[in-house]
């Protein structure tokens, strides 16, 4: 198993022209690694791949203690390619940390932001910004809470153990957001902030106490996540961050350029 391998401030364009099943970045059997600060556009498939062994009742992937931190994700699919995401997951994760990306403008209306495929147990998704649709496929152990999330956000029955709680889902598609099929009981659900502009149908699903309000970004549309007023988000105990990107900070943080540390 390869430890401590650190992969930070890189740039991949356009990759896949010849192998378009090629992702920008696979890490299958690691520990203690990370993929941080790297900028990710125009990769025919997923932006990450992460993990390995598609059952889910087994820990033999081999990756631990692994962090994917501040990347900017965009573009992601060649339209002829399905079932891929900006970071993908499969198997158990063993406590990887996915956080503070920004994940935008997909290329393939079949690619989601962060998808946790089969298998992913033990994984935690926080601070993110994802502008995709989600999916969680046959998961476990899985804590979901403090992202700002647009589009779909479809979990299966099979989420088991699983929290999603203290995110912001605002609907720019005019698509539902909602919890997919017929949710797990033991999925925990629960005082994620919902709202749409427009005809866009808010629905929360299986949320146990959602919170139907606008979140006060500044200019959602223009990339601005910064927020004028937290009356509404501090009711979901959401906790403002920065993005390590173009995009505005979300909630009280000022931007910072991608180079400029």
């Known amino acids: 198993v390869q430890k401590g391998i650190y992969v930070d401030h890189n740039v991949t364009k356009v990759n896949g022209q010849l192998l378009p099943e090629s992702c920008a970045f696979v890490m299958t059997f690691a520990e203690d690694s990370q993929f941080n600060n790297n900028t990710i556009s125009h990769t025919?498939?997923?932006?990450?791949n992460i993990g390995y062994v598609w059952y889910r009742n087994t820990d033999a992937t081999g990756l631990k203690n692994c962090v994917i931190k501040g990347n900017d994700i965009n573009k992601i699919g060649h339209p002829w390619i399905n079932d891929l995401g900006g970071i993908y997951t499969l198997g158990d994760t063993q406590g990887?940390?996915?956080?503070y990306n920004y994940i935008h403008d997909d290329a393939n209306t079949r690619c989601y932001g962060i998808y946790l495929d089969e298998g992913t147990k033990n994984a935690n998704v926080y601070k993110n910004v994802s502008l995709l649709p989600q999916h969680n496929h046959l998961v476990r152990y899985n804590r979901i809470y403090n992202n700002v999330f647009s589009g779909k956000y479809l979990t299966d029955d099979s989420a088991i153990d699983a929290i999603i709680s203290g995110n912001i889902f605002i609907n720019i598609t005019g698509e539902a957001t909602y919890?997919?099929?017929?949710?797990?009981?033991?999925?925990?659900?629960?005082?994620n902030l919902y709202w749409g502009k427009g005809n866009n149908i808010i629905n929360p699903?299986?949320?146990?106490?959602?919170i139907i309000a606008d979140p006060n970004f500044s200019d959602f549309y223009n990339k601005d996540f910064s927020i004028y007023d937290t009356e509404n988000i501090d009711?979901?105990?959401?906790?403002?961050?920065?993005?390590?990107?173009?995009?505005?900070?979300?909630?009280?943080?000022?931007?910072f350029d991608w180079f400029d540390y």
């Open 44 to 48: 025919s498939y997923s932006g990450f």
């Open 96 to 99: 990887i940390k996915i956080c």
């Open 179 to 191: 919890f997919g099929y017929s949710v797990n009981p033991l999925a925990y659900i629960t005082t």
């Open 205 to 210: 699903g299986k949320d146990s106490d959602p």
């Open 235 to 255: 009711k979901i105990g959401f906790e403002s961050f920065t993005l390590n990107s173009g995009a505005k900070g979300v909630g009280n943080d000022d931007t």
